[in-house]
């Protein structure tokens, strides 16, 4: 009876020491078991920004991982933009028509609204789609849109732009794309406090400047931008500018006029002044800001300068990064369609497009890095098994947006590990990816990790990770790996 119950303690021992020779650096209890040559291994990717340490026969790696590309994303905007493409419902929740007889309606492709003057000529200027929540009366107000007209001229004759209105006297300024009977096309900002001048045509708002548009006008789409500045004196200063976005955005027309008998606007809107026979625009998206100032970029070392150009590629604000890591930027035009951040740090530059740029906005830069970490590799050729990652602990040392892991095999990707940031705090969700089968090439390569971080500058993050996979159920074993992610270069 002894000796069945010593050899029943041996086998038990021999399907133990088995069982543990196929776990290559797993920690059980309080010991561990190394084999010399394990059948799964980590192998250094050899991707751009990516440092590789493997120990432990390659079951075992630390990840370096320098986040030097540069990103940047608006984050905080005071202004309001407005995309007249999403429908007539849209648009009539914050847009009233104005004018007698006024009609607006959508273009066949749905390019955008297209707004009629009316047969009444000169009554409350044509037809204008006015803000429903007029900001009030304020020193500063700026305002774009991108409009185009498909009238091709006389006999069709009328003003078609953005105005800034008085809602108490029905007073407004203009400024906006001018034809009339001469055939010649016009960029003015125009006045109207209930009287015009007569043009063969018909009526006209009078110009307080104006300026002839050389070459085509006909269906091409400029973008419109429109300040006024009210100086404690009372004196109103307009400025305007024209921009040919289908030739490329270049500067059509800068003008700017002092009114020392001014119209005190509290609202905006979009408007089409009839000369003669029902002129129209098309007009697709608008955008308007009473933080006209600055605008603000955060996240950047000491050295960075910023640059803010127009689409005509023209200078309109620029400024030296504080030891804050913040530059607040003077705008000469603080509503601009197609606007770029230029950000410049000892002698790498990123541009970045904003499709609306509005003064008061706030951008931050980020630093990221997307891409393999490590590849998974096995000497069983024939046989498939199944992976997985977990995050077991996480460690910042400054601000991050979010960090995704996640696997990579020849066809299919996993769910992701997701790291995000709450008030200083790590979230984790989930902290670990779905399971999926990988499938050996003839080289051994099985499959990646593969990462994407977005973090701040100097930003140092350590996620601590496992990959387990198994062959057959309820056996599995597991590689560990830590990697090492630092914000900018």
Known sequence: MARRAFIAVIVLLLVVSIAYATIYTQRWSYFTVNISQPHVWFEDPQYPNVVVELSNYKTSAIVNISAGNMGVRL?????????????????????????????????????????????????YGGCTLRYKYPPGVIANISFTALMKTDDAGSPIEGIRGVSLWNSTSGYYYLAGIKNNATRQWFFGIYK??????????????????????????????FSVSFQQIIYPNGTVVLKAWLYNITGGG??????ERVDFSPIYSDNFGLTVYQIRQQPSAVFQIIGFTTETRVLIVKGL???????????SGGLIGSGHVNESGLVEIPLVNPSVINATISVSCSGYTYNYTQSILLGGDVFEVYFWFEGPVLMVYTDILDMNFTGWLRLYNASCNGSIYSIKVWLVNQTAT???????????????????????????????????????????????????????YNYSIGAFSWLDATMNIKGGS
């Open 75 to 123: 984050v905080n905007r005071t202004g309001l933009v407005y995309d007249l493409t999403q429908g007539r419902d849209y648009v009539l929740q914050y847009f009233q028509e104005y004018g007698q007889g006024c009609n607006f309606y959508y273009t066949s492709d749905g390019s955008g609204i297209v707004v009629t003057g009316n047969p009444g000529g000169g009554l």
């Open 192 to 221: 109207y406090t209930g009287t015009t001048t007569k043009e063969p045509g018909g009526p006209v708002i009078p110009a307080l400047v104006d300026t002839v548009i050389p070459g085509r006008v006909t269906s091409v789409w």
């Open 250 to 255: 270049g500067l059509v027309a800068y003008l």
């Open 414 to 468: 996993s769910s992701s590990i997701n790291i995000t940031q709450v008030d200083g705090n790590l979230l984790v969700y989930p902290d670990e990816t779905s399971s999926m089968i990988l499938a050996p090439r003839s080289t051994g390569w099985a499959g990646n990790v593969t990462l994407r971080a977005e973090l701040y500058y100097n930003t140092y993050c350590t996620l601590y990770t496992y990959f387990y």
């Open 301 to 311: 070392p000491y050295c960075c300068y910023v640059y803010i150009y127009d689409s």
